[in-house]
T-cell receptor, first 109, second 109 residues
Framework: GENVEQHPSTLSVQEGDSAVIKCTYS??????FPWYKQELGKGPQLIID?????GEKKDQRIAVTLNKTAKHFSLHITETQPEDSAVYFC????????FGTGTRLTIIP | DGGITQSPKYLFRKEGQNVTLSCEQN?????MYWYRQDPGQGLRLIYY???????QKGDIAEGYSVSREKKESFPLTVTSAQKNPTAFYLC????????FGPGTRLTVL
């Protein structure tokens, strides 16, 4: 089955700087790659996703890139703000979502 | 107000008891999912249902049961056969993207 690895597990970034989280997947047939943000005690919130026919997608301060050849995809957050502090999960899917183990992002004011 | 609701928010169970977690959605999604989240791990799929009256086991179905009698509802029963049921349980729905409910935290006393 699919296996998703996510790095780093923790990330601290100065407010205003950029943050990058990386994921790799094993099943070359996977074609959908969402990113979720989870705040403490809450359910994950879908923040951006990308499908395998696209290499990059951007939504305001967040962007996702996909390299199908290398089987990795990344989340980029620019101009970070304190409210970006949360745990971020990547996932890969052909029929079912397989999640990475999460990255705890802390924005330092 | 559209969305996914889970109840209760907190649930305490004595060893040997079965408990049922509720999940309701009014988004008209055919597909619904149950995940388990443990500290330091990603979300793991317990059961999923792609249509009413049909459901499939996920990666960690042992000790759990589900039903899908209505499109809007997908209750999860944690049985006494589940060896380590203390966890955060998340319900999701969605036919392309997946959207999550707020979660139920189950603690075994």
């Amino acid at each position: 089955g699919e296996n998703v690895e996510q790095h780093p597990s923790t990330l601290s970034v100065q407010e205003g700087d950029s943050a990058v989280i990386k994921c790799t997947y094993s099943d070359s047939a996977s074609n959908y790659f969402p990113w979720y943000k989870q705040e403490l005690g809450k359910g994950p919130q879908l923040i951006i996703d990308i499908r395998s026919n696209v290499g990059e997608k951007k939504d305001q301060r967040i962007a996702v890139t996909l390299n199908k050849t290398a089987k990795h995809f990344s989340l980029h957050i620019t101009e970070t703000q304190p409210e970006d502090s949360a745990v971020y999960f990547c996932a890969a899917s052909l029929k079912k979502l397989t999640f990475g183990t999460g990255t705890r992002l802390t924005i330092i004011p | 107000d559209g969305g996914i609701t889970q109840s209760p928010k907190y649930l305490f169970r004595k060893e040997g008891q079965n408990v049922t977690l509720s999940c309701e959605q009014n988004l008209n999604h055919d597909a619904m999912y149950w995940y388990r989240q443990d500290p330091g791990q990603g979300l793991r799929l317990i059961y999923y249902s792609q249509i009413v009256n049909d459901f499939q086991k996920g990666d960690i179905a042992e000790g759990y049961s589900v039903s899908r009698e209505k499109k809007e509802s997908f209750p999860l029963t944690v049985t006494s056969a589940q060896k380590n049921p203390t966890a955060f349980y998340l319900c999701a729905s969605g036919d392309n993207e997946q959207f999550f409910g707020p979660g139920t935290r189950l603690t075994v006393l």
